[in-house]
């Protein structure tokens, strides 16, 4: 019985022995005919049968028919019992070729061999899961892909969609609380203020998207688009404070009211007000100024100038002022270059003289007595048409002169003057040129503009110290306008204009950095006042070489640190293309071993990339000997 039992056993065993080797030597061939390479498999299958019904069959084929034949000749139970290198689990069913396009069809595929076979090495399975890694990747930019083109076709062909997406995306996180009419009106010497204007037909026509957002009445935050040498986008979030920021929605009359508007009594108290309005061409510059547009057609009622000459008239009757007797003058002219045109006078030329007091005068300017409001609309408009006007990309209309229109209180019949109103529309603030297909003429032009601007702001600066030294001589600009940064009473307001697209936020920025910089120097320059006692004005005007060297030396100053803030700025791009780079670099490294590696993709992704990081480097190399150049030469 005892030996009946061990025969029984000893069958038993061999009859496992049995089927075993083969099955293990039917799966050897698959290891170097396809198995650890299943897609390639699929793909000569797939090209065979897309051929027609090939006469000769290949050895992976015969292979593949041969194995499966004998797994399915097997004549056993469907499990075996486990090896430890090849587990046993064989479907009777052969695997069917799906296309190899798909990841997802691909991996639907690989799931039945999985189920087929079982045997598998260490070696197949490593292979298995990075292809498997490989598929999620491919079918999640896929995915991607496809989100993003639903939304690129639900926002109409945006480019900008992912800008716009992160810009709602922070302000959704802000409190906005944006300037009411009622709010309190600031009477400091130096009022600084900014004015986005709404997106203009021509930007929406473009899909530019709004960078400029205005949270309180004195905080504007700019949205820079950026993107990374990888393509990411992003948005890089800048904060201004000012002491007003108007948003798209304030018209010219709440502009007015927080501006220009408290200045009006100051000229009837024997002081001098200005009021410039500073930006980008095609900012809104002469929309505030000189009145809002209807199509060619402008409201003058509307604009600054008219809104000043309404409340000119009114003080003039109040109870206060009645008895003063003042008569009301107005003139226009333009300053182009170094050249001063009269605006009321078909644009003739003018002088710019100084007397024996050192007092400024325009020769010949024309001046008209005024005695109600229509008179004042009458001459702006006139003077407006007159206007100077040039050709640049931004704006066909463009004004590349600066436009003074002057409001002038007299006692009686006395030349001397009282109180002046000037009212300023400043021509665009671009750099030198606008663009490289700028000519000569432009590029004298926007240097004079330049220059005048630098100006400007010294003499902001000066006012803001009570009788510091005025360079007034440095433009024609500051020239005339000379006696409105001298006095305590005299008072100044800046409307700096923003366009809000994307398109112009390099000129906004610029903008915004020049206000920030006027009323900074403010700030600063009264802390400065404590220490240093003002020196006398008369002892400084009269060396007329200081202001040529102190501009000359300013425009020196901020070329340097402009120099200086783009050198960092290209070596911040340099150091985060450089992480990005690696990433890339290692991920396309990575990834060229994988399954179904594509070598003219691979080699074209790296070399656009080796471009890209070259390009940056290169122009970080540029800066970089651009400012040791502007070092060296000091
Ligand atoms: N706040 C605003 N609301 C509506 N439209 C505006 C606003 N500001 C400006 N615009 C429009 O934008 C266009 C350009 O404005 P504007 O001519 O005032 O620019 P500018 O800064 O004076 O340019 P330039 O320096 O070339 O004279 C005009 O058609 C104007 O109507």
Not at 58 to 70: G, P
Not at 394 to 416: D, T
Not at 430 to 456: F, H, V
Request: charged fraction near 30%.
């Amino acid at each position: 019985m005892v030996i009946l039992i061990f025969v029984i056993w000893i069958c038993v065993l061999m009859r496992d022995m049995f089927f075993r080797i083969p099955t293990f030597f039917s799966l050897t061939p698959h290891k170097d005919g396809g198995k650890m390479f299943p897609y390639l498999i699929e793909e000569r299958e797939n090209k065979k049968s897309s051929r027609g019904a090939s006469p000769r069959k290949s050895s992976t084929e015969r292979n593949e028919n041969r194995s499966t034949a004998r797994l399915q000749s097997i004549p056993v139970s469907k499990s075996i019992p486990h090896s430890p290198t090849y587990p046993i689990s064989v479907s009777p069913t052969s695997p069917t070729p799906s296309s190899p396009t798909s990841p997802d069809t691909r991996r639907g595929s690989r799931g039945k061999r999985d189920s087929q076979f079982d045997y598998k090495s260490d070696a197949a399975k490593k292979v298995e899961i990075i292809a498997k890694n490989r598929d999620e990747r491919r079918q999640k930019q896929a995915d991607e892909r496809a989100i993003r083109h639903q939304i690129l076709h639900l926002e109409q062909n945006n480019p900008y969609w992912e800008f716009s997406q992160m810009i709602d995306e922070y302000r959704a996180g802000l409190d906005f609380r944006p300037l009411r009419d009622n709010d309190a009106v600031v009477e400091n010497q130096i009022v600084v203020c900014v004015r986005k204007r709404p997106l203009n037909e021509r930007e929406n026509r473009r899909r530019e998207v709004d960078v400029m957002s205005v949270p309180t009445r004195n905080q504007l935050v700019v949205h820079e688009p950026k993107q990374k040498v990888d393509l990411t986008k992003y948005v890089e979030n800048q904060h201004f404070r000012f002491d007003y920021v108007f948003d798209d929605t304030c018209n010219n009359d709440l502009v007015y009211k927080f501006t220009a508007k408290p200045l009006v009594k100051t000229i009837f108290e024997g002081g001098m007000a200005t009021c410039f309005a500073y930006g980008q061409t095609g900012s809104g510059k002469t929309h505030t100024m000189g009145g809002e547009f209807k199509g060619k057609q402008q409201n003058f009622k509307s604009g600054i100038y008219g809104l000043v000459a309404q409340d000119v008239f009114k003080l003039l009757n109040n109870s206060k002022y009645a008895r003063m007797n003042f008569t009301v003058s107005a003139s226009f002219f333009e300053i182009y270059g170094k050249l001063v045109f009269d605006l009321l006078a078909k644009k003739q030329r003018l002088r710019v003289l100084e007397d024996g007091k050192q007092q400024v005068q325009v020769v010949g300017l024309t001046e008209r007595i005024v005695t109600k409001v229509e008179h004042v609309l009458d001459l702006i408009q006139k003077g407006s048409l007159e206007r100077t006007s040039g050709q640049t990309s931004a704006n066909s209309n463009s004004s590349r002169s600066h436009a003074v229109f002057q409001i002038i209180l007299r006692k009686g019949g006395s030349k001397q003057v009282e109180g002046k109103f000037s009212l300023i529309d400043l021509a665009g603030n671009e750099r030198g040129a606008d663009n490289g297909k700028s000519n000569r003429q432009t590029r004298i032009e926007g240097a004079d503009i330049n220059k005048s601007l630098l100006a400007l702001k010294e003499c902001i600066r000066a006012l803001g110290r009570r009788g510091a030294h005025l360079p007034f001589r440095g433009s024609k600009l500051t020239q005339v306008l000379r006696d409105s940064f001298i006095g305590e009473k005299s008072r100044t307001c800046m409307i700096a204009l923003i366009s809000p697209g994307n398109f112009s936020v390099d000129h906004s920025l610029n903008t915004l950095r020049y206000a920030d910089r006027v009323k900074e120097l403010i700030a600063n320059d009264s802390m400065e006042m404590d220490d240093d006692p003002p020196l006398a004005i008369q002892e400084e005007e009269e060396n007329t070489e200081v202001d040529e060297e102190m501009l000359r030396a300013e425009e020196k100053r901020l070329q340097l640190s402009s120099l200086e803030w783009e050198l960092r700025e290209s070596q911040r791009h340099v150091i985060q293309s450089c992480v990005n780079f690696h990433d890339m670099a290692c991920d396309l490294y990575n990834n060229a071993d994988a399954n179904g590696f594509d070598r003219l993709s691979d080699a074209e992704q790296w070399r656009n990339l080796l471009k890209e990081i070259v390009d940056i480097q290169k122009g970080a190399l540029i800066k970089a000997n651009e400012f040791c150049l502007a070092l060296e030469s000091e």
